[in-house]
């Protein structure tokens, strides 16, 4: 008699959709193709089989003792802890120091803060008073250029004034002339 090895090679058109079949996630048409190679097919057949007979096995979980969950878990604790101790190595170099570390570093940060006030007291003058910018003489306007302007003003402020005052009397004489037309009634 001859033996067969597990999972023959089944035909490879086939060979996913007989999985699917195994598990019936295949539709309806594909399941009655399957079915009608399977009864042409013996390969096929075989590795259906095998199918039936292994994965089950595969899928059963192997139930652990207690004693093994609390070795897995000092093992993995130990592991974490020197994974730990490796990746900060240098920290214990300045161990001795940390005691005096932080003092002695707040003392040098005010010194330098206190003797960069000191040293730069005429400069702090510049962010809190800004800098009055010196105009270049040729923008300067001297007093005939200014007097100048201040006639132009006057002349802007007449021609308005005297343009109000022709439209009042337009207004008035428009209003004359329609009373003293034929048909109107006012």
Request: charge should be negative.
């Amino acid at each position: 008699m001859r033996t067969r090895t597990p999972l023959q090679s089944a035909c490879k058109k086939y060979e996913e959709d007989l999985v699917l079949h195994y598990y019936g996630d295949n539709s309806e048409d594909e399941r009655h193709d399957i079915e009608r190679h399977l009864a042409a097919c013996d390969s096929c057949r075989c590795f259906l089989d095998d199918l039936r007979k292994l994965l089950p096995q595969i899928t059963q979980a192997k139930e652990m003792p207690q004693s093994f969950w609390d070795n897995y878990y000092r093992e993995t604790v130990s592991k974490l802890a020197s994974y730990e101790e490796q990746k900060h190595w240098w920290r214990s170099l300045f161990a001795p120091f940390r005691t005096w570390m932080v003092p002695a570093f707040g003392t040098v940060a005010a010194t330098v803060l206190v003797i960069g006030l000191m040293l730069g007291k005429d400069d702090l003058r510049l962010f809190v008073e800004p800098r009055v910018q010196s105009v270049p003489q040729e923008i300067l306007a001297d007093k005939n250029q200014l007097d100048f302007f201040e006639t132009m003003d006057i002349l802007e402020a007449l021609s308005k004034l005297e343009g109000q005052d022709e439209s009042k009397t337009d207004k008035t004489n428009g209003d004359a002339g329609r009373a003293s037309a034929p048909g109107y009634v006012v």
